[in-house]
Each structure stands twice: as C-alpha cells, then as structure tokens.
C-alpha cells in the first residue's frame, strides 16, 4: 500500500494542512471575532474554554456585531469511548467556515450533559438517551435549524444511531387532513409521494447520517477487532471480559441478554413500538461510511464499511485521490439492491454478523474507505481519521475536507 502515496497526494494534503494551520492561527488572534462557543453544559473531561471563562459545545459563526446568522442546519458530532468534546473541535471548525451561513455545530461526548470518561461505560442505550435529550435541548437554543445532521466517530455512531430511533417522529397532518375529508374535483385526493407524511428527526428534516470508524457490526469476533489478531482464543477471552467496559462492553461484544431479549445491535436493526431505529436511519437522505482499510488497531475495515469480509475491495485494486491522498476507495453502489442476491445464496449461515449486515444494507451507504499507509501517523489510524488532536493526526485533515466538501446542505 505504501505505493499508493504519490506525490500529486502529498503535495494536496500538504496544502490542506497548511491551510489548517492559517485557521488555527487566525482564530487565536481573533478571540472575539468570528467564532461563538456558546456557554451550556459543564462537566466534560476536556472544556473549552472562552474569553469569558465560560465553557461551551456549540459553535456557530457571528456577525461583527456579535449576532448569530440564523443557522437552518444543525449538525450534532457525538464521540465514542472515553472520549471529549475536544476531539471534534478540528472538523466542527471545517464546518463553520465552509458553511458559516448556514450550520451550528453541536459537538458532545457521547450525548451526555456529563457524560466524561468512564461514564461512556453506561451502554449504547443509556448515552442514546442522554443523547437524544440533549439534541432537544440544543434545537430550544436555536429556534431557526430546521435540517439536522450527525456525524459519529467510533462508538459515538453507535449511540446517534440509537438517538435517532428515540427522536423519530412522523408529520401526520397530511393524513389527517384527508381522513378529514380534504378532497379535490369529484372525489378524495390521492396524494403524491411528495405530500405524504414525512419523516423528521426531533422535528427536523433529516439530511446527512454520517460515521468513522464505527464498529456497526459491533466487536464480537469474526476478526472485527484486529488487535486480537484473528486469534479466536483472544477474541472469547475479550468477550467474556467485556464487562471491564460496563454495559457499553456487553453491547459491544453482543454479550447482553437484558430480559431474554436479543443483543441491543440486534434490536436496532428493527422498528419497535417506541423505538423506530429502521426507519429513522431511512428517513435520512444519505448515509456515508468512512472506514479504515488497515492501522486501526480497534475498529475493523469490516465492522466500520458494513461489508462481508468477502466483498472488501481488494489492496492492489485501491489507488488515492489527488484531491483527497489518503481517499482510497469510493462505494457509492445501492446496496438495498444486493439483498435479493444474498438471500438466494446457497449455505448461508445466518448469524449476528450476518443479520447485521442485512439489516443495515436495508439503507444504501456511501462507502468510504480511507488508508493512512505510508503516513509516520498510520498506527494512530483510529484517531487520526477523525484528527482528534490536530498536532498528533494531522494527516486526517484531507478525509475532514472529503467530508465537508461532500456535505448536503
């Protein structure tokens, strides 16, 4: 893979770092100017700290008098384990200066008012929830969004797909108008498609579902965790000690059996009576997957791309964008098409993995594969798609900048 780096590549990701570097020092010298870090909640392991001593999670772009600019779209960036709020100020900085009419950022650890360090342990469900109040109490704090996105890092995809299912409502005011006997000529309109009711997420129009190196098909075996090296020996010894991380470790490693019911990642396949994970995700207009093919020692390509080890594209196939160098692959196929085909397969053992697949392909998925071979940073893969800490992952700016720059407003 270290053949791929060519040096159209790094000369492209040399200028987005550069670039970064120009932000960065403009916005130290302008502590009143362009950025807003609105005071809310407190209790993170890592605060930001503004002017006026105050601590804050969401940011927006200002006037030169100090007043919002009305955002419409909110996007809610949610960390995974023991992770800080810290570790999206990068990315969320991208956003606002690409898009400074028209986004805030609200960028959280795991979806909770305290949720810091150890508390992202509670389980997926737990910080769901937590997440979910708080995407309410955000929308109170900006009344003029009326789009919303996410963007998950690791587990915290895992917590917003959750959220979502919990947020998920549906306008029913065009059904009840013609069950109240709205009609149109001789007889009772029949609706279009477009004036059906519409899904919305916390009553907003949802656009962009968006993850990075999210273990979607959790971390139970089938080498989804590569540290372990594909070793099934380590693999059980990891899963009969996944209660060292707390529930979320359970739900990870599908070891939960709250009740007799299925493991949580299975049921968020599905629509219950309160909680419609399937067709929240549906109700968004894209879902995109950036996935580490090699170095993330935590997350496998696998998990985090929601492919069958099978259909992962092969290495000597890959090659770089010049825009984007560390870009290896694009998968923009409508995998809703492809399960027919699987379902008339012969000898399909029909397990966790399997049915995760499945469910999840229900939508299609952007694909994004992502390839930090060659770069002095590709053993910190995990971290360095997301450019938690800027000094220490730069070379992940240019997947940020892919991000941004393929963004639907």
């Not at 960065?24 to 302008?30: A, E, I, M, S, V």
């Not at 656009?207 to 590569?226: C, R």
Request: aromatic fraction near 8%.
């Amino acid at each position: 893979m270290a053949s791929l780096e060519s040096e159209a590549g790094s000369k492209s990701s040399n200028e987005i770092k550069q670039r970064a570097r120009k932000n960065r020092t403009k916005k130290k010298k302008t502590k009143n100017g362009a950025f807003r870090y609105l005071p809310k909640f407190r209790c993170f392991s890592l605060k930001s700290e503004t002017t006026d001593g105050s601590f804050d999670m969401d940011m927006e772009v200002e006037d030169e008098a100090g007043r919002g600019m009305n955002p419409t779209h909110l996007v809610i960036m949610v960390n995974g384990l023991i992770g800080s709020a810290e570790d999206w100020r990068y990315a969320a900085t991208q956003f606002v200066e690409r898009y400074p009419e028209d986004v805030v950022v609200h960028f959280c650890t795991a979806g909770s008012e305290c949720n810091c360090s150890t508390l992202t342990f509670d389980g997926v469900d737990v910080m769901g929830e937590r997440l979910a109040e708080e995407v309410k109490s955000v929308i109170k704090r900006h009344p003029s969004v009326q789009k919303i996105s996410f963007v998950g890092h690791s587990l915290g995809g895992l917590i917003a797909r959750y959220a979502i299912g919990r947020l998920y409502e549906r306008d029913t005011t065009r059904e009840l108008s013609l069950e109240n006997g709205e009609c149109r000529g001789n007889g009772f309109e029949d609706p279009s498609p477009e004036q059906k009711a519409k899904s919305k997420i916390a009553g907003l129009e949802p656009v962009n579902f968006i993850t990075s190196a999210t273990p979607h098909l959790g971390s139970w075996g089938h080498k989804q965790v590569p540290v372990f090296c594909g070793f099934q020996i380590l693999e059980k010894a990891a899963a009969s000690t996944s209660w060292c991380l707390g529930r979320t470790g359970r739900h990870l490693f599908l070891t939960d059996r709250d009740k007799g019911k299925p493991p949580l990642l299975l049921q968020m396949l599905y629509d219950s009576e309160d909680l419609k994970f399937l067709s929240a995700l549906k109700s968004f207009r894209r879902h995109v997957a950036y996935a580490n093919v090699h170095y993330d020692h935590l997350v496998g390509w696998s998990t985090s791309s929601i492919r069958r080890k099978k259909e992962l594209p092969k290495l000597k196939h890959l090659s770089r964008d010049n825009k984007y160098p560390h870009i290896v692959n694009e998968d923009m196929i409508n995998t809703a098409s492809t399960q027919e085909e699987v379902a008339l397969e012969d000898n399909v053992n029909i397990d966790f993995e399997e049915e995760m697949i499945r469910g999840l392909t229900k939508v299609s998925w952007e694909r994004i594969d992502v390839s930090f071979s060659g770069s002095r940073q590709k053993y910190l893969a995990h971290n360095t798609i997301q450019v938690k800490t800027y000094c220490i992952h730069s070379d992940g700016a240019d997947v940020i900048q892919h991000m941004v720059d393929n963004f639907r407003i």
